[in-house]
T-cell receptor
């Protein structure tokens, strides 16, 4: 079945620095790759997503890149702010849109 | 507010018991997903329904079962509960299948098994 690996498990950066989180997926049929942010005690919420026919997508300080050949995708956050501190999850859809499998999560701490 | 409603928010029960968690998806959403999030753990996919039919199963234990009703609400039944079943159970919904767009999560049902 689909497996998604996510690294690193924790990431500490200084305010204003960039943060990069990387994921790999196993199912070559996966075609949708969202990223979710979960603040402490809250529900996960979508922050950005990318489809398999696109290599890169940007939304203000957040960008996602996808390398289909290598089955890698990454989240880039620039000019980090304390409010970016949260757990970030990558995910990949299964074949035919069945299931959305999440990575193990990355705890991002932005130090001010 | 995501529009996804989960009840109960909190539940405390004993080992060996059975509980039912309920989820009402956003209006118009046909897919419902259940995820388990244990302490310091990620989001473990349990099961997905689309328009009343089971579409995908993850690592769901045989003691757990779920269904989606004609009005599209869903229930997750957990039986013969063990201490390790203590977790936050999220329901999510989406308009179409998992590759069509955003999953909207409810606030979760926190289950504590004593």
């Amino acid at each position: 079945g689909e497996n998604v690996e996510q690294h690193p498990s924790t990431l500490s950066v200084q305010e204003g620095d960039s943060a990069v989180i990387k994921c790999t997926y196993s199912d070559s049929a996966s075609n949708y790759f969202p990223w979710y942010k979960q603040e402490l005690g809250k529900r996960p919420q979508l922050i950005i997503d990318i489809r398999s026919n696109v290599g890169e997508k940007k939304d203000q300080r957040i960008a996602v890149t996808l390398n289909k050949t290598a089955k890698h995708f990454s989240l880039h956050i620039t000019e980090t702010q304390p409010e970016d501190s949260a757990v970030y999850f990558c995910a990949a859809s299964g074949k035919y849109g069945n299931k959305l499998v999440f990575g193990a999560g990355t705890i991002l701490r932005v130090k001010s | 507010d995501s529009g996804v409603t989960q009840t109960p928010k909190h539940l405390i029960t004993a080992t060996g018991q059975r509980v039912t968690l309920r989820c009402s998806p956003r209006s118009g959403d046909l897919s419902v997903y259940w995820y388990q999030q244990s302490l310091d753990q990620g989001l473990q996919f349990l099961i997905q329904y689309y328009n009343g039919e089971e579409r995908a199963k993850g690592n769901i234990l045989e003691r757990f079962s779920a269904q989606q009703f004609p009005d599209l609400h869903s229930e997750l039944n957990l039986s013969s509960l063990e201490l390790g079943d203590s977790a936050l159970y999220f329901c999510a919904s989406s308009v179409g299948l998992a590759d069509t767009g955003e999953l909207f999560f409810g606030e979760g049902s926190r289950l504590t098994v004593l």
